[in-house]
């Protein structure tokens, strides 16, 4: 009986084993999807800008629908599901984000737009939380590891459908690549059942469990410093479009630049996990924020062939340090709940990429296009005061 025993056990174990990686694709997959959705909406912001003559500040609230509604509702959307699995969870916010997009495709006008833009961000409020809390759950302790390529895969999502509906739009239009990309999350929508094993549908306790985590007041600069990272981000991203338009660029151009800028984002996801482990924490959040600050400014003197070049490494700095600040979440985790910490990380960071690129496209539209920019890159610049000030909370060990 013992032996019976013993052999069924390992067979658990083994099938727990087997599905870790099929659940781990399919939470990156979800994360590519969703990360490439809101992205991707960049390549669309000239053409409503002309359809719908905005300015650049109402253009910056177009997308807040959908950001602001992501960001907002991460927390009470976590809360509101916490009984549904994960698995469920995943397949539900992919729905959601797809149908968003499938009432943006249809000719329903500006209020249609709105309309889908805030669908498609409930649907996607609800998947980084408990796409994280999929993975974290499935891995236990040795869950850093596959929370990092998790994180990477978003970037992937970031590079890819960006480019290509800036590649579609000047050939069928906005609103059928707007429908081209609502059967994508179909599709993923799709697959993820057969992905995620259903024995892991089910999760008890904090998702935070087996992760070590202290309580510390530094998660809530390391909160605010995200925040401002990401403010810094998403406001170069609002004028990037513009600026390769104003130096002769086509719609074409402005879909190879933003694949540039994400494909260098993605590599520095690697690059500054490897800087922060010689350089520590802080050393390497300065390093990175301050050449994020000396790189925007360039491109405001590049011609475009020259700007071309520098954004694969704009994109290694300016984006590669939320992986080095999401990597140091759980250390400062309040009372060891990883998973809560990630939901209040999330909601800081999205929130702020929401809200800031109002006000930066309030200064431009008051001020010039270039005084906009200068201030996403002066926000990069008093990030280094910050960080600095977070040393003390660091174990020594990720100083």
């Keep these: 009986m013992e032996i019976a025993t013993e052999g069924m056990a390992g067979e658990d174990r083994k099938g727990r084993g087997s599905a870790k990686p099929r659940t781990l694709l399919a939470a990156c997959i979800a994360h590519a999807l969703h990360d490439g959705y809101t992205d991707g909406l960049y390549a669309f912001l000239p053409i409503w800008q002309a359809q719908f003559g905005l300015s650049y500040a109402g253009l910056a609230i177009v997308r807040a629908l959908y950001y602001g509604t992501m960001g907002g509702l991460q927390l009470p959307a976590d809360h509101v599901l916490r009984r549904l699995s994960s698995r469920a969870a995943l397949i539900l916010s992919t729905l959601l984000a797809a149908a968003g997009f499938l009432v943006m495709a249809l000719p329903l006008g500006f209020a249609g737009l709105c309309l889908g833009l805030l669908v498609a961000g409930v649907g996607s409020s609800i998947q980084h939380p408990r796409g994280s809390t999929l993975v974290t759950d499935s891995y236990g302790k040795a869950s850093r590891r596959p929370l990092g390529i998790y994180n990477f895969s978003g970037d992937l999502g970031k590079a890819m459908l960006p480019a290509l509906a800036a590649v579609l739009i000047p050939l069928l239009a906005w609103r059928p690549v707007a429908g081209l990309m609502a059967l994508l999350g179909l599709a993923v929508a799709a697959v993820l059942p057969w992905l995620i094993p259903s024995k892991t549908a089910h999760i008890q306790g904090p998702v935070s469990q087996g992760i070590a985590a202290v309580g510390r007041r530094g998660f809530g600069l390391l909160t605010a410093i995200g925040a401002l990272d990401t403010a810094t981000r998403m406001g170069y991203l609002l004028f990037l479009p513009f600026l390769i338009h104003g130096r002769g660029g086509s719609s074409a151009t402005v879909g190879i630049a933003l694949a540039l800028l994400f494909i260098g984002g993605a590599f520095g996801k690697a690059t500054c996990n490897w800087l922060s482990e010689r350089l520590g924490v802080v050393g390497s959040v300065v390093a990175t924020e301050a050449s994020t600050a000396l790189l925007i400014l360039l491109t405001l003197f590049t ?69 906009g920019i200068v201030a996403a890159g002066a926000t990069a610049a008093a990030i280094i005061p910050l960080v600095l000030a977070l040393r003390p909370s660091l174990q020594p060990s990720f100083e």
């Design 303 to 371: 011609p475009l062939g020259a700007t071309l070049v520098v954004l694969p490494v704009l994109g290694i700095v300016l984006n590669g340090t939320s992986s080095v600040l999401y990597g140091t979440v759980p250390e400062l985790a309040p009372r060891g709940d990883t998973g809560r910490a990630f939901a209040i990380f999330y909601t800081s960071v999205i929130g702020s990429g929401g809200f800031t690129p109002i006000l930066y496209g309030a200064i431009a539209d008051h001020s010039s296009q270039a005084v």
